[in-house]
Nanobody, 113 residues
Framework: QVQLEESGGGLVQPGGSLRLSCAAS????????MGWYRQAPGKQRELVAS???????NYAGSVKGRLTISRDNAKKTVYLQMNSLKPEDTAVYYC???????WGQGTQVTVSS
């Protein structure tokens, strides 16, 4: 059974940092492209960052230079390091096995003073 579990969200002030984790089970993480998505209230879910099986990365323009996606295949975990956070980064963040219907349950990130 495939499961994805996000953690690491919370409340942070503008300019602060958070690191999200996505722990996977039931899959061979190194063989799969993985993505982080977010959905803000009243908006559609959007791709934030993705990482391929060979660790090539892709970022939404709004987060380039501030967010970094990485993976630890031995730990079956994908990370999203979030720096210089802005209020507009507030959303529920989800991880996903790319090109599949497997999603985590999401973790809330709130950027506010």
């Amino acid at each position: 059974q495939v499961q994805l579990e996000e953690s690491g969200g919370g409340l942070v002030q503008p300019g602060g940092s958070l690191r999200l984790s996505c722990a996977a089970s039931g899959i061979i993480v190194r063989c799969n492209a993985m993505g982080w998505y977010r959905q803000a209230p009243g908006k559609q879910r959007e791709l934030v960052a993705s990482i391929s099986s060979v660790r090539s990365t892709n970022y939404a323009g709004s987060v380039k230079g501030r967010l970094t996606i990485s993976r630890d295949n031995a730990k079956k975990t994908v990370y999203l390091q979030m720096n210089s956070l802005k209020p507009e980064d507030t959303a529920v963040y989800y991880c996903r096995i790319e090109s599949s219907d497997y999603w985590g349950q999401g973790t809330q990130v709130t950027v506010s003073s």
